[in-house]
């Protein structure tokens, strides 16, 4: 048996043509031809390293931590997969993977490549591009009155001189991962037991491909312009917006094409046959809508958490569209089914074989966010943004790997650790109980209290919808995934939920 998922990040359902999108994605399309394409998958974690734990535990990371990385009381589905004679690759160009924040995950695949250079990747030396009056235009997108984020002047010149060695479409990340991932097939086509993941950073920003891209959607006076969006407010002409939106359209043309490789692959071994074969994103990504770019300062509308996801499974080969309410959780149970694996006692997400096969639903409702930011609940025609009643109330992080993304955690915020003991999924480990320092961006996206939406009539959500009884039901759906979940006692008053027994 094996299995292939190919991963992108910040990939944007509504924008591709197979879901009715204005960007053509050809080899997106050729997917209805073998696979289930799922218009109900939601994101559960965000963003990025907590959507990938997900991936690994099958479990929601938020309730109990922000951006880490994986716990040595964690399930993860690769290493599961390695001890039961199942070899696991990982082909990734995802540069969060060698940082302090997620440098437990690659180790838990039987072999891993790690391809350099996307976004601020501590990778190429070159000072010079420190020097003052020397940043690019890409580092303040549109204007140098735009207030930067932290450390965006150095991020941005890494970013530059990352760039420095793109001189051919073979020389970008996103390229050498797919690279690998074909160098594996064409290695191991034939051989039995392996699960293959090729993931890319791409189509995250910064927007960068090449001409031959960007010729597809910009002007030729806008090719090379700025490309890295900044997490704010849209204050842009029309122009501005729009050629910004084109080099994120352009990367996502690059996308397609590489998957379309691995198609080819498909086709050329006959892995359709025997062959699992899934397709993912994290979370997606806003460009200009709701007047918002990028994620965390917005509230978590539809085109950040609904995402694109397909399966092929040869047991079925069932194809066409499915509209149960399905989520990253479920992914790695589906994996491990697939190979004849019982998912664990602490995994929540479900095995999506009769989904597949006729749309038999497995879950009621579904909920999505950040640490400490407002919790989304949805079941799949309705969504909840809901929003904490008291902000300034603590909160705090369950972790026995002290990290934040790029360093470990400070000796003031250690000095708060006590051990806690009463969660189950710690397989009887006390973890450290640390007080949360909560970005500001993620506490404050409701400017202005909850906000419900029927995304059935209105998908993109741009009329709130008053009703108290859907809201009701949508606060007692969290309530019980909560309490399956284990959610830390703190939640229930942070969010002014009442506590009721699971589902």
Not at 236 to 265: P, Q, T, W
């Amino acid at each position: 048996m094996k299995a292939i998922m190919v991963m992108f990040d910040s990939l944007r359902k509504d924008l591709l043509s197979v879901y009715g999108g204005s960007v053509k994605t050809p080899n997106f399309e050729r997917l209805m031809d073998h696979c289930v394409r799922f218009d109900n998958c939601y994101a559960g974690s965000l963003p990025c390293m907590p959507a990938r734990r997900e991936l690994h535990t099958g479990r929601y990371n938020f309730l109990h931590r922000s951006w880490g990385p994986l716990e040595p009381f964690d399930d993860s589905m690769p290493a599961i997969l390695s001890r039961n004679g199942i070899h696991t690759h990982l082909s990734t160009d995802h540069y969060h993977y060698v940082q302090d924040g997620g440098a437990t995950y690659q180790g838990r695949y039987s072999t891993w490549e790690c391809h350099r250079g996307q976004e601020s990747d501590q990778w190429i030396a070159d000072l010079n591009m420190k020097k003052e009056g020397d940043a690019p235009n890409q580092l303040s997108p549109w204007n140098a009155s735009q207030t930067m984020r932290p450390n965006r002047q150095n991020a941005g010149w890494q970013n530059m001189a990352n760039r420095e060695v793109l001189k051919s479409l073979s020389d970008y990340p996103c390229v050498q991962t797919f690279e690998n991932g074909l160098d594996f097939l064409d290695r191991n086509h034939n051989a039995d037991n392996w699960f293959l993941q090729v993931e890319t950073f791409d189509p995250h920003e910064p927007f960068t491909s090449p001409e031959s891209y960007q010729a597809l959607f910009l002007d030729p006076d806008d090719i090379d312009g700025p490309d890295w969006p900044q997490y704010a407010d849209t204050d842009e002409s029309d122009a501005e917006i729009n050629a910004m939106r084109g080099r994120y359209f352009a990367l996502v043309r690059l996308c397609d094409d590489m998957l379309g490789r691995i198609l080819d692959k498909m086709d050329q071994y006959s892995l359709w046959e025997d062959t699992l074969l899934i397709i993912n994103t994290d979370h997606g990504f806003l460009l200009s809508e709701h007047g918002k770019w990028g994620k965390g300062t917005s509230p978590n509308y539809n085109e950040l958490v609904n995402i694109p996801f397909f399966i092929h499974d040869p047991r079925t080969k069932a194809c066409g569209v499915r509209k149960a309410l399905v989520q990253t959780i479920d992914i790695p149970v589906t994996i491990l089914s697939f190979f004849n694996i019982p998912a664990t006692q602490d995994m929540r997400g479900k095995d999506l074989l009769k989904c597949i096969e006729d749309d038999t639903p497995v879950r009621d409702a579904a909920i999505f966010g950040y640490l400490g930011g407002p919790v989304g609940i949805t079941d799949g025609q309705y969504v909840l943004l809901h929003d904490s009643v008291n902000k300034d109330a603590d909160i705090y992080e369950y972790t026995l790997m002290p990290t934040h993304m790029k360093s470990f955690f400070s000796p003031e915020e250690l000095k708060t650790a006590t051990l806690y003991e009463d969660f189950s999924f710690t397989k009887g480990c006390p973890v450290m109980k640390i007080k949360a320092k909560v970005n500001p961006r993620f506490r404050n996206q409701l400017k202005h209290g909850d906000e419900l939406y029927d995304v059935k009539s209105d998908p993109h959500q741009l009329n709130q919808i008053k009703n108290d009884d859907v809201r009701t039901k949508l606060i007692s759906f969290a309530s019980c995934i909560f309490s399956e979940n284990e959610a830390p006692e703190e939640l229930y008053t942070y969010y002014g939920i009442k506590k009721e027994e699971p589902f």
